[in-house]
């Protein structure tokens, strides 16, 4: 006679489910920042749109994927190893909402600097619009690589993603303490300039919350 799945047999896909849909929040969240940033270099109202459009579907896919982890843990009373999962992604949406925050931060500044990011950061110095590029593709790298920790539970890329954190920092240091030089040099041009602080400070805080992703699949002892 053919055994019928019990309840906890089916545990295994519902959890993998979730880390699916997680990490499928995790990428719309990717674009709306890849779509925010590039509102700094041109004048592309669309795209910043498209990021502070997107929050909406942002704060649904987190309401529903709580729904579903309450669920999980309601039927099935995971312990162990399956618990620590689930706990593992709830702490991702709750991150990845918060990365979605901070990117429609930075798409409404986008919008408010029409796109003068480049001529802004030439008034401060000669390499700070570069600086900015690497900055944006640094961050930008480490959200696409917690994709692979959400979905997988990568150890190794977890630990390779919080070791870039201090060339993260050393690339937001560098434009901030171009940026405020020129706010004292130039302080009744310092509104727009402002606004690019507070992007580079909200970029780096993107890059916290990948940490903290890898951070919460780590052992202790690799996890700092």
Not at 173 to 182: G, K, V
Request: include cysteine.
């Amino acid at each position: 006679m053919a055994q019928t799945a019990g309840p906890n047999d089916q545990l295994p896909d519902e959890i993998g489910r979730l880390a699916s849909d997680t990490t499928e929040m995790g990428m719309a969240v990717g674009d709306m920042f890849r779509s925010a940033c590039a509102g700094l270099f041109m004048q592309e109202p669309d795209s910043a749109r498209f990021a502070m459009e997107s929050a909406s579907w942002v704060a649904q896919a987190r309401w529903m994927l709580d729904q579903r982890t309450r669920h999980i843990i309601q039927r099935y009373f995971p312990v162990g190893d399956d618990m620590r999962r689930i706990a593992e992604l709830r702490h991702a949406v709750s991150e990845y909402s918060r990365i979605a925050d901070l990117s429609n931060h930075i798409a409404d500044w986008a919008l408010k600097l029409q796109g003068q990011g480049d001529a802004l950061l030439l008034r401060c110095s000669p390499d700070a619009p570069n600086i900015l590029t690497s900055f944006i593709s640094l961050v930008y790298e480490q959200m696409r690589g917690v994709f692979l920790v959400t979905a997988a539970r990568h150890l190794e890329q977890a630990q390779a993603l919080v070791a870039r954190d201090a060339e993260v920092r050393a690339y937001c240091d560098a434009l901030l303490a171009r940026l405020r030089y020129a706010i004292e040099r130039e302080p009744f041009e310092a509104f727009p300039l402002q606004r690019l602080v507070m992007v580079a400070t909200n970029m780096r805080e993107i890059n916290v919350s990948v940490v903290a992703i890898c951070r919460a699949v780590l052992p202790t002892e690799q996890a700092f």
